[in-house]
């Protein structure tokens, strides 16, 4: 009995010696593009020397996973409209329910996968009957059922690593998720201030019209008074329809952002009611400086990067532990018995093990492993790139809050010199010491004024956001 066991054993110790020889030949990588990763201390706004990248970070993620809906970061606008918008968004969204779903079915795979390394039963029952047609006997009966265990042996760790696989393939898609969440944030926040800006373009270009209209209707006395020519009647005449031409414009483009909103919000309109009027109401929040880069590892779409590239360096051993000898272990108890009731009666048990050696496939295994290496390396150069991407984004989005603030501020003052000056112009046409021609460009150029400051408003806050979705929340 000894010797029957010694001997039943040989194949296996021989597939180990074999499967260390292949392990000794499965090629591994050589260098991780990934293994020295470093960022800058602070954003320095395109400086070079506050820039250079001098801190390492490690490779696992730096910090626990992040609720975006729970920052609430949105509301440092102190806009309760807006908390309103954001809150119906992420409550109806279908992106949103998309998301949801592709993570249940995550973790549904990533369940599976952990399953693979436990025994898997299966059973069967059967009956069946037969008689010959040319003959008058009585039916011959069979009945047999069966239960069948199998359980592959996870001696290398391929059962493992592709449960880890697809548990950080869930962990990835629970990020994509949170990106989900942060864009729509910043989705809505964008479309509330672009209606915000529209409907203010549209109230100062309705009282420009009316500004308009007064001028026309003080030309037109005047020239029934034989002051003027017909000339200076025409040109206030093509002042108005031009002011009417880009009113048709603007309602237009309100029209279309309020349908993108209604897209937003899963078919269901945003009440008239709760639309802003205007920017006054929206206020820059605060942001402290020197952001520090560790700020970025609460990025989703970094998390779910670095989630992936873990996958893909673990794809590596997976894919040559895959051509490694596996050895299966089965069991099975059937009977089977003309009568159903005594098909328990005489079970018969079967145990067996099957080997199979895989790596017989010498080149194609080779060839599989490198191909598993080569991604492994793009998608950490991918990766590299997207994380001095996000650095600069920040940095970027930093720059220009500050030159933006410089931007309004000018934009104001120039809005107020351009007041004041179709003023002093329109006083100086009633005294009939200048021509109706600067007056109306003047008031042309009050009107583009009061346009180019609503767009720096909006623009500020749209880099707002834009600087809070680059570091995953608020600051």
């Known amino acids: 009995m000894k010797m029957t066991m010694n001997r039943s054993f040989r194949p296996l110790l021989l597939s180990a010696a074999l499967a260390v020889l292949v392990a000794g030949c499965a090629t591994t990588p050589s260098a991780d593009p990934a293994a020295d990763l470093r960022v800058p201390t602070g954003y320095g706004r395109g400086d070079a020397a506050a820039n250079a990248p ?144 529209l ?137 089977s018995a003309p009568s159903l009731g005594d098909v328990l009666r005489n079970p018969v048990a079967t145990l067996g093990a099957g080997l199979s050696l895989p790596f017989l496939k010498f080149r194609q295994m080779q060839l599989n492993i490198d191909s598993a290496d080569l991604s492994y390396q793009i998608a950490a150069n991918d990766f590299r790139k997207t994380l001095h991407t996000a650095l600069s984004e920040v940095d970027n989005a930093l720059s220009a809050r500050e030159r933006l603030a410089e931007q309004v501020a000018a934009a104001q003052a120039s809005h107020d010199e351009a007041v004041e000056i179709a003023r002093l112009y329109e006083v100086r046409y009633r005294a009939g010491a200048t021509d109706l021609r600067t007056w109306l460009e003047a008031q042309q150029t009050r009107r583009n004024a009061e346009l180019s400051l609503a767009q720096a408003r909006r623009s500020q806050l749209v880099n707002d956001v834009t600087l809070y979705k680059a570091l995953g929340g608020g600051a």
């Open 54 to 197: 001098v801190q390492a970070i490690e490779r696992d993620l730096t910090a626990p996973p992040a609720d975006v809906r729970a920052d609430a970061w949105w509301q440092d606008f102190a806009d309760p409209r807006l908390d309103r918008l954001v809150e119906r968004v992420l409550d109806g969204n279908t992106d949103m329910a998309s998301a949801g779903l592709k993570l249940e079915r995550a973790r549904a795979q990533a369940g599976l996968a952990g399953a693979e390394l436990w025994p898997q039963a299966s059973g069967s029952a059967s009956a069946n009957g037969s008689r010959a047609i040319d003959s008058g006997d009585d039916w011959s009966r069979n009945h047999s059922a069966g239960v069948s265990l199998g359980w592959e042996l996870d001696l290398w760790g391929k059962l493992r690593g592709q449960r880890d696989i697809a548990r950080w393939e869930a962990q990835a898609t629970a990020q994509d998720l949170q990106n989900t969440v942060l864009s729509l944030i910043g989705q809505s926040c964008e479309l509330y201030w672009q209606l915000a800006y």
């Open 199 to 335: 409907n203010q373009a549209i109230t100062s270009g309705q009282a420009n019209l009316e500004r308009l209209e007064r001028t026309a209707a003080l030309v037109q006395s005047q020239f029934d008074a034989g002051a003027v020519s017909r000339l200076e009647v025409r040109q206030a005449r093509q002042n108005i329809e031009s002011q009417r031409a880009a009113q048709a414009q603007l309602e237009q483009q309100r029209v279309e952002t309020r349908n993108a909103l209604t897209v937003l919000l899963d078919g269901q309109p945003w009440p008239l009611a709760d639309e802003p009027q205007d920017l006054d109401i929206a206020h820059s929040p605060a942001i402290a400086e020197g952001l520090p880069a560790e700020l970025l590892a609460r990025r989703p779409d970094l998390r779910a990067a670095e989630l992936r590239l873990r996958q893909s360096l673990a794809n590596i051993k997976v894919t040559a532990t895959s051509y490694y000898p596996s050895l299966s272990l089965t069991g099975s108890v059937g009977s």
